[in-house]
């Protein structure tokens, strides 16, 4: 009998290996990859952001967490494209211009993309134009800007700024986080909301996007 939430455990876990051989033990009996992705994968992640918001765990067990997602992902998804189910939403993602750091942008899009989310992940050191092509050529509700310097900062008022002139700003939400950033930069900037973490991002942009 499928355990979905004998899934849920192990993607916690960060048994890779477990969870793809589970998934596809539910999928040989029968279970729909809907319910596998909603009520295994979506909870297994879900669960590890809060503890991680709640410091119970640490990066590295979020991203190894991640991996076995990733993993049972790799089984369903082509399953879900072919039933058509559509995500809730699409969210292009990236470092802005100057900025290197990433560990925490990509830990944002595991979880933007555990919520139930399309993620378009520009990368790092991303210029407005590079946002602006990537909102232009897909249909996007939310992008998400992050930045891990002060020096960067303003890159992130730069980036909106673009895509205020490029007539875009009323199309999308935009989001912004962190270490440096604060809802009260984000709000000095004209972003529509700020999340202090990756967890909080993915609630975030649910209501965003809601
Ligand atoms: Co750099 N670095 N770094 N660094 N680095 C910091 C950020 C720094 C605080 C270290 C320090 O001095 N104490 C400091 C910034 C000081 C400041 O501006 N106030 C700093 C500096 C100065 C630099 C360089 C300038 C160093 C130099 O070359 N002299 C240089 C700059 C390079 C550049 O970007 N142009 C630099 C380089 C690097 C490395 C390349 C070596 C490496 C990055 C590797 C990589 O990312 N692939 C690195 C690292 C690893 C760090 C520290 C140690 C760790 C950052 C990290 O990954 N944290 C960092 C010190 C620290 O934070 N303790 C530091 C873990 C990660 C999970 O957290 O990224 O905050 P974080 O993400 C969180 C939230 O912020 C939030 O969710 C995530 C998960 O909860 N979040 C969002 C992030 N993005 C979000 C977007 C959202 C919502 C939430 O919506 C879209």
Redesign the pocket.
């Known amino acids: 009998m499928a355990n979905l939430r004998e899934i849920a455990d192990f993607l916690k876990a960060g048994n890779a290996p477990k969870v793809k051989e589970l998934v596809q033990a539910a999928l040989d009996e029968g279970v729909e990859p809907t319910e596998i992705l909603n009520d295994a994968l979506i909870v297994g992640m879900s669960e590890i952001g809060v503890l991680?918001k709640n410091n119970e765990v640490y990066?590295p067990e979020v991203l190894i967490a991640a991996r076995a997602m990733k993993a049972g992902m790799e089984i369903i998804k082509p399953l879900l494209v072919e039933k058509d189910v559509k995500p809730i939403g699409t969210v292009v993602?990236g470092t802005v211009k100057?900025?290197?750091?990433?560990?925490?942008?990509n830990?944002?899009g595991m979880m933007l993309e555990g919520a139930g989310f399309n993620v378009i992940d520009l990368g790092i050191?991303v210029p407005p134009e590079k946002f602006i092509e990537a909102i232009k050529e897909n249909e996007v509700e939310c992008v998400?800007?992050?930045a891990?310097?002060?020096?960067?900062m303003p890159a992130m008022k730069e980036t909106i700024e673009a895509f205020k002139a490029a007539g875009l700003r009323d199309q999308i939400k935009i989001?912004?986080?962190?270490?440096?950033?604060t809802q009260s930069f984000a709000n000095e900037i004209g972003a529509d909301g700020?999340?202090?973490?990756?967890?909080?991002?993915a609630e975030l942009a649910k209501e965003l996007v809601s």
């Open positions: 991680f990066v993602l100057g900025d290197l750091h990433d560990i925490g942008k830990l944002v050191d998400g800007l992050s891990l310097l002060t020096t960067t989001m912004v986080g962190g270490a440096p950033v700020y999340a202090p973490d990756a967890a909080s991002a």
